[in-house]
Nanobody, 123 residues
Framework: QVQLVESGGGLVQPGGSLRLSCAASGSIFSIHAMGWYRQAPGKQRELVAS???????NYADSVKGRSTIWRDNAKNAVYLQMNSLKPEDTAVYYC?????????????????WGQGTQVTVSS
């Protein structure tokens, strides 16, 4: 019902920057929170950053101060700018969103995930 399309991953050198983008489409009634999780090999998925409809943001301690999340409500999109990247930032990054979709019985809650985009920080 809600599809997320991510872009912006890739290979970057330590100290470099990249921007991840994610756009939601479908029978969206409203979007509450949007954000990014990541999962490195052999590790659990962890929250990187999130932003609510009220523009309240939350960052993992590991990226705080060198990452910025923002959203474009008109485009149902969320972005994550990451600077001063480190090898430990290497992971698959997943976009997610929560909100309500339009269904026959009326709006209902949803949670959707993107397919993931690989970020590799290496020289």
């Amino acid at each position: 019902q809600v599809q997320l399309v991510e872009s912006g991953g890739g290979l970057v050198q330590p100290g470099g920057s990249l921007r991840l983008s994610c756009a939601a489409s479908g029978s969206i009634f409203s979007i509450h929170a949007m954000g990014w999780y990541r999962q490195a090999p052999g590790k659990q998925r962890e929250l990187v950053a999130s932003i609510t409809s009220g523009i309240s943001t939350n960052y993992a301690d590991s990226v705080k101060g060198r990452s910025t999340i923002w959203r474009d409500n008109a485009k149902n999109a969320v972005y994550l700018q990451m600077n001063s990247l480190k090898p430990e930032d290497t992971a698959v990054y997943y976009c997610y969103t929560t909100g309500r979709v339009v269904v026959a019985g009326g709006p209902t809650d949803f949670v959707s995930w993107g397919q993931g985009t690989q970020v590799t920080v290496s020289s």
